[in-house]
């Protein structure tokens, strides 16, 4: 996907926007549309497993702190590193999100 999304930026990069007519933009803008709404819900696919593994290792440490059992512990932290991994990947999307957001601003101002 993110091969597709990197081919994508590039093919909006190359437009030249003092040129392009009425009809092309609104082609563009519906490509826009539909790509931000493929990101969209990547990110609800990414978010839903982030949050419960957060919850998974709030669980794990509270119970770790209460019984101190090393392999709570280490189930916490395992859980706590997965849910970071997926946050990293929600927000590099979100940051190519705000990169759509600037082309769909710069085509609705021609």
Not at 60 to 72: K, P, R, T, V, W
Not at 77 to 88: E, I, N, R, S
Request: proline share 1%; hydrophobic share 50%.
């Amino acid at each position: 996907m993110e091969k597709r999304l990197r081919d994508y930026l590039r093919h909006l990069e190359k437009l030249d926007y003092d040129v392009i007519s009425e009809e092309e933009i609104w082609e563009e803008r519906e490509g826009l549309e539909l790509r931000l709404n493929e990101i969209h819900q990547e990110m609800i696919r990414i978010l839903m497993p982030m949050c419960a593994f957060l919850v998974c290792a709030c669980i794990f440490l509270a119970q770790a702190l209460n019984s101190f059992f090393i392999g709570q512990f280490i189930a916490a932290g395992v859980a706590g590193l997965v849910a970071l991994y997926l946050a990293l990947k929600y927000k590099n999307l979100f940051d190519v999100t705000k990169q759509l957001c600037g082309y769909v601003d710069k085509l609705t101002l021609k």
